[in-house]
């Protein structure tokens, strides 16, 4: 069974700082996406990472995926604000005999920007 | 339409009762998955269908729950004798193809009391 973890689960961080959250996942994947959720709002896809030592960046946020370490890490560089809120990785897992590609989420991590 | 669309956006009913949500997803979009998202929690998947048939429902909690998608464009999440740990918000993502490019609506927010 595919387990995907995100840490941390909170983080609070002054505005002009760094940081990075972390997901690591327990079987092997081809495909991870990073995702953004605003209260009470719907998934925004930010990222979708697809092999080994993919890096992509859009903004302030870069996304990067070590599949031999099942780990891809989202880093932020000098919060803003309007980067307050949560964030989902997933994961694709291998084929199923089903074939439904299904994703399986972290919990999330909620991030909070403070002025 | 230009997005997936969910109806209704929130649903309040009362325990035992039957409930069902709509999803309509991007035209010509095959793929099509319900997620359920507890408060706090990351989506769960729950079933999947790729045109009219259910290719995976390996999610459904159990058999007060099912869904239809009978001609391969909008599908019913329908939910019998609901219980109060059946609040949640109910997602539907659809994809053009299997495993790429989902996109997620904004979900109905179901409440049992």
């Known amino acids: 069974e595919l387990k995907v973890e995100q840490n941390p689960l909170f983080l609070s961080m002054q505005e002009g700082k760094n940081y990075t959250i972390y997901c690591n996942y327990s079987?092997?994947?081809?495909?991870l996406y990073w995702y953004r959720q605003d209260p009470g709002k719907s998934l925004e896809s930010l990222f979708v990472?697809?092999?080994?030592?993919a890096v992509k960046q859009e903004g302030r946020l870069m996304a990067s995926l070590d599949t031999k370490a099942r780990l891809s890490t989202l880093h932020i560089t000098a919060a803003v604000h309007d980067l307050s809120a949560t964030y989902f990785c997933?994961?694709?897992?291998?084929?199923?005999?089903?074939?439904?590609?299904?994703?399986?989420f972290g919990k999330g991590t909620k991030l909070s920007v403070i002025p | 339409g230009a997005g997936v669309s969910q109806t209704p956006s929130n649903k309040v009913t009362e325990k035992g009762k039957y409930v069902e949500l709509r999803c309509d997803p991007i035209?010509?979009?095959?793929?099509l998955y319900w997620y359920r998202q507890s408060l706090g929690q990351g989506p769960e998947f729950l079933i999947y269908?790729?045109?009219?048939?259910?290719?995976?429902d390996s999610g459904l909690p159990n058999d007060r729950f099912f869904a239809v998608r009978p001609e391969g464009s909008v599908s019913t999440l329908k939910i019998q004798r609901t219980e109060r740990g059946d609040s949640a918000v109910y997602l539907c993502?659809?994809?053009?193809?299997?495993?790429?490019?989902?996109?997620f609506g904004s979900g109905t927010r179901l409440t049992v009391v």
């Open positions: 993502a659809s994809s053009l193809k299997q495993g790429y490019g989902y996109t």
């Open positions: 079987t092997t994947s081809d495909r």
């Open positions: 990472l697809l092999s080994n030592g």
């Open positions: 997933a994961v694709v897992g291998a084929y199923s005999g089903a074939g439904s590609y299904q994703l399986t």
């Open positions: 035209s010509g979009h095959t793929a």
């Open positions: 269908f790729q045109g009219t048939g259910a290719a995976d």
